[in-house]
């Protein structure tokens, strides 16, 4: 499975950016996660293959949102509200079971199976 993040870029406090994820099939499972300078890697959100189930990290319910176009093999991350520290390389990833990793241990572990190359987001003013 290939995966390719896009959407990022340079955008003010309050602002919002929506990413793409791009994948090479369905029927996976697709998470997003963050990694901040200096930091671990982080996951943010994840949506079942049929987009019934979707789960989030606590650091980002109410402000970001994952959705899914099956036609077009993309799942998008709204990112809304966007905070400086929000600033981060973001990544998107499929799991052949669907999230239940990430969901059960609230991102403790991934649980992924393949992995894209990033999108930056940096959140200045």
């Known amino acids: 499975v290939q995966l390719q993040a896009s959407g990022g870029g340079l955008v003010q406090p309050g602002g919002s950016l929506r990413l793409s994820c791009a994948a090479s099939?369905?029927?996976?499972?697709i998470g997003w996660f963050r990694q901040a300078p200096g930091k671990q890697r982080a996951w943010v959100a994840c949506?079942?293959?049929?987009?019934?189930?979707?789960y989030y990290a606590d650091s980002v319910k109410g402000r970001f949102s994952i959705s899914r176009d099956n036609a077009k093999n993309t799942v998008y991350l709204q990112l809304n509200s966007l905070k400086p520290e929000d600033t981060a390389v973001y990544y998107c990833a499929a799991d052949r079971q669907q999230c239940r990793t990430v969901s059960l241990t609230q991102g403790r572990h991934d649980g992924m199976d393949y992995w894209g190359k990033g999108t930056l987001v940096t959140v200045s003013s």
């Open positions: 099939t369905l029927g996976y499972g």
């Open positions: 949506a079942t293959s049929d987009g019934g189930r979707i």
